[in-house]
């Protein structure tokens, strides 16, 4: 039988950040429990890497105004890059509505704090990117300090320094079993795994996708669904500066961001349904190309292997945001849960609320109210617009 202060469930890198901030806050006695035989083969090595503080709520513009200046920060604190690429993120409205809701967001975002975000006009986009169809584009919104990292550095870096500072990585450990440990009443939890028992009085759910069976062991139904998200690297291309941000047609929801030598296309099919299906589908190819071309006409020319295009799995909840915190009916069980698309960008902050709720039993960062479990049962769920 092994003993560890906190169990995290899940080495992806929201596991990995609540680690590292947990031993960075002084509390070395932790172990990471991951399935695979390396990390990263969940969400985490799929995803897009894009961050941004550009949202419409409090709490997850909150989260960002933490996770971005700590990913600019990432080598120094810990020793390895991140590859964070400050080239910011651009919203282009196509009508009033559009633009409405980027003026209200902005106003938000100013007041929370936010100092590198602006209102564009429709000339200035025009300008700046003429490669654009921009006929329609009214005005945008642009933030210099939102860009892209590399989700995989990052979750080994934070890995990397939990571990040389007293944290221990078990990988090709599945968890089969969470149950109260008989005849002790000190809260603990006995977690059986397919290497070793283990016991711990705190146990946190960093499971991403496959969030909801492991809450289901510890006899907790938990509001979070796979969705699909599929993403197409071009082959090198070179007719669009690679300098550009992140560029979000509000129109379509059509995005795309330089990646290597050539583009990341991005494009959250609607018709998509819930499931566990990380196969990528050939057909989607024809459906993002199509709008590409729309919005970028030199894409008509880009070339595209399906080969070397993935699929991902989002970690839906109800309201897109995540469920953070101690389980209400499980004392010492907690939840890193349901980010929606925005586990890589969120997962400094996350590590720290963790870490912080863990420890002292309330953080600072956020108003942790606000993302418990609970809200669902008090129908008291955030409504998060731009969700990508």
Not at 63 to 91: N, T, V
Request: aromatic share 10%; with cysteine.
């Amino acid at each position: 039988m092994h003993t560890a202060d906190v169990v995290l469930i899940g080495g992806g890198i929201v596991g990995s950040s609540i680690a590292y901030h947990l031993v960075a806050a002084g509390c070395k006695n932790v172990l990471v429990i991951e399935r695979e035989t390396a990390q990263g083969k969940g969400s985490t090595g799929k995803s897009m890497g894009g961050v941004r503080a550009q949202f419409s709520t409090p709490v997850n513009i909150q989260m960002s105004l933490y996770s971005i200046p700590f990913y600019a920060s990432f080598e120094e604190r810990l020793g390895c890059p991140c590859d964070y690429r400050p080239q910011g993120y651009l919203f282009c409205a196509t009508n009033e509505k559009h633009m409405a809701y980027l003026r209200a967001n902005y106003e938000k975002q100013i007041a929370m704090g936010l100092k590198n975000v602006r209102l564009v006009a429709g000339d200035e986009i025009r300008s700046l990117f003429p490669q654009l169809r921009g006929d329609d584009i009214v005005g945008g919104s642009f933030c210099s300090t939102d860009g892209f990292v590399d989700p995989y550095s990052a979750m080994i870096g934070f890995m990397t320094w939990a571990s040389d500072h007293g944290a221990t990585l078990w990988k090709n450990a599945g968890v089969t079993g969470i149950t109260r440990s008989k005849g002790r009443n000190d809260g603990s939890f006995e977690v059986a795994t397919t290497r070793d028992t283990v016991s711990t009085r705190t146990v946190v759910n960093c499971a991403g996708a496959w969030a909801a069976p492991i809450a289901k062991m510890a006899g907790i139904d938990l509001p979070v669904e796979p969705l699909r998200r599929m993403l197409v690297p071009t082959e090198p291309f070179d007719q669009f500066p690679h300098t550009a941000p992140m560029i979000i047609d509000m129109s379509t929801g059509f995005h795309f961001r330089p990646g290597s030598r050539g583009f990341l296309l991005a494009w959250d099919d609607p018709e998509e349904t819930p499931g566990y299906k990380t196969d990528f589908e050939a057909s989607f190819i024809e459906k993002i190309l199509t709008r590409a071309a729309d919005r970028v006409p030199v894409f008509e020319n880009v070339e595209v292997n399906p080969k070397r295009a993935w699929a991902g799995l989002y970690e839906m909840t109800p309201d897109h945001h995540p469920i953070l915190g101690e389980s209400p009916e499980v004392p010492g069980f907690f939840f890193a849960n349901g980010f929606s698309g925005h586990g890589v960008m969120h997962s400094p902050a996350t590590g720290k609320i963790l870490s912080d709720l863990i420890l002292t039993g309330n953080t600072d960062l956020i108003d942790a109210s606000l993302l418990n479990f609970s809200r669902f049962a008090e129908v008291r769920m955030i409504h998060e617009t731009a969700v990508l």
